[in-house]
């Protein structure tokens, strides 16, 4: 199996696994309270809103909860925009990306929403999708090396065998 093959199938027990992690965390996790019965419908549609708010009441809030709402919405789309382009040349296009994270964000979002584990928040959907467009940005940043690196180690085998 050539390296393209192996990085190919271990992006795809990698983006597997990922997105069991992501479900997990996102409708059945505890610790996040997603598993309460009896809540009322919450959302938020403001722009804004709730990162503003998770800001200027960080010091009575604690920085783990800024952290985890605003950074961590951000950091669990990373893997997302990252894989994607990997496993398939239709997603090696930024807007692609772009679109596709934002509408499984959107969707993470409702199903939130109808089985009332967690919340609506377009702040969430916003966050998330910075991730998603990070992810591609990395992968884009990783495959300009990798192809560099290759692009040298060619060199030096031709310059050796003259």
Same mark, same amino acid.
């Given at each position: 199996?050539?390296?393209?093959?192996?990085?190919?199938?271990?992006?795809?027990?990698?983006?597997?696994?990922?997105?069991?992690?992501?479900?997990?965390?996102?409708?059945?996790?505890?610790?996040?309270?997603?598993?309460?019965?009896?809540?009322?419908?919450?959302?938020?549609?403001?722009?804004?809103?709730?990162?503003?708010?998770?800001?200027?009441?960080?010091?009575?809030?604690?920085?783990?909860?800024? %952290? /985890? &709402?605003? $950074? #961590?919405? +951000?950091?669990?789309? *990373?893997?997302?925009?990252?894989?994607?382009?990997?496993?398939?040349?239709?997603?090696?296009?930024?807007?692609?990306?772009?679109?596709?994270?934002?509408?499984?964000?959107?969707?993470?979002?409702?199903?939130?929403?109808?089985?009332?584990?967690?919340?609506?928040?377009?702040?969430?959907? %916003? /966050? &998330?999708? $910075? #991730?998603? +467009?990070?992810?591609? *940005?990395?992968?884009?940043?990783?495959?300009?090396?990798?192809?560099?690196?290759?692009?040298?180690?060619?060199?030096?085998?031709?310059?050796?065998?003259?």
């Amino acid at each position: 199996m050539n390296t393209y093959k192996k990085r190919k199938l271990y992006s795809f027990i990698l983006f597997y696994l990922y997105m069991i992690a992501l479900c997990y965390f996102l409708f059945f996790a505890e610790f996040f309270g997603r598993v309460e019965t009896g809540r009322e419908y919450h959302y938020n549609l403001q722009l804004f809103k709730e990162i503003s708010r998770f800001y200027h009441y960080r010091h009575v809030l604690g920085i783990r909860a800024f %952290l /985890l &709402n605003v $950074v #961590g919405n +951000i950091v669990v789309f *990373i893997p997302f925009g990252y894989f994607l382009p990997i496993m398939t040349i239709r997603c090696q296009k930024g807007l692609f990306i772009t679109i596709l994270t934002f509408t499984t964000s959107l969707v993470v979002e409702v199903t939130q929403l109808i089985f009332k584990v967690g919340s609506f928040d377009v702040d969430d959907i %916003l /966050l &998330n999708t $910075v #991730g998603g +467009i990070l992810g591609y *940005i990395i992968y884009r940043i990783h495959r300009s090396w990798f192809r560099r690196q290759l692009k040298r180690k060619r060199e030096k085998r031709c310059s050796e065998k003259e």
